[in-house]
């Protein structure tokens, strides 16, 4: 584990030969990082949570994927069945975000294809993979800038930011690239129980030498009421074909308060976070998580008291403004759903 300052952090360092994982659970004290050289090290560091957001956890299972080859490849062996079983466990590390699914199908096609070389075919891609997330998150940002049309205050919930992605970020993305337009009050969210948005949120927002307002989850009926925001933004983990968006436990009761309260709801996502095969989102896997996550200590031995711990929910069509992608924008998802999206561009 190696400590590093604070100015050169990423989510996620390949080195060539290892990936190095910014642990997420030790911020904001720590900066360590831990090195992975196999496809099982890679797995944990989801499952766990050292990293995390949805297309970042997408990008290490592509690296996990370049160390399993790297790890079993022999010109002559059965090396295909030991990487299929890897890309097998790393699908099983979350179950949420489609972009962990989408990365490991990109990979294993380019695997299938030929075989010839292929560590640095999967080398190749996995870098790809992650320029082109960085990529995406630039264009959004921009889109999602214009879309605010000089707003005045945000509030954003969960991190979404270089830490959850390639770089940039998605919804803090937009509040990146609106801030260098113009001054904007950025509210975050504590996000409970993880406190994704204290202890990532702010933290990042703060490198970046833009200020931000930490509120309570509990704070954000009272923060909309005040008129202080004007749009709520948001990233995803999966968005069905319909337009209903799953992310961070809350941001649905983020969609029924804005509603009530005439603010806007903008989900910023990749195409890689679209999940086109699947038509509503009540077909989403949400993830539990540990009671122990929530649970605080003195009651774990209590068989009276438990804990409820969905660490995501799924935010209908009908709550949301509108969906930023970097193939364009979808005003009011609910009318025609996300589809205008699939092949832009292609
Ligand atoms: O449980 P996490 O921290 O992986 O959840 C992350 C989120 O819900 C993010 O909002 C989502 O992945 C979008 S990140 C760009």
Redesign the pocket.
Known sequence: MTEQNSQTVQALQWTGTSLKVLDQRRLPEHILYDEYTDAAGVTEAIAS?RV??????GIAAAYGVVLSVRRHFTASGDWQQQVQADIDTLAKS?PT?VNLFWALEQMTAVLNSQDENPVAFAETLAKQIHADDIAANLKMGELGADLLAGAKGVLT?????AL??GGH???LGVIRSAYRRHTLNVFAGETRP?L?GVRLTVWELAQDGIPVTLIADSAAAWLMKTGAVEWVI????RIAANGDTA??IG?YSLAVLAKQHGVKVMVV?PTT?IDWDMATGEHIEI?QRQQSELLPECYRDNSLVSAWNP??DVTPASLISAIVTERGIVINPQEHGVGSLKHVGE
Do not use: L, S, Y
Not at 52 to 57: E, H, K, N, W, Y
Not at 234 to 237: F, H, I
């Open positions: 949570m995390r957001g949805a297309p970042a956890i979350r975000a919930h969960c991190n979404t930011g959850a992605t970020g998605t919804a993880w994704q948001v990233g995803a983990d992310n961070k941001t996502a976070t993830e660490v995501f």
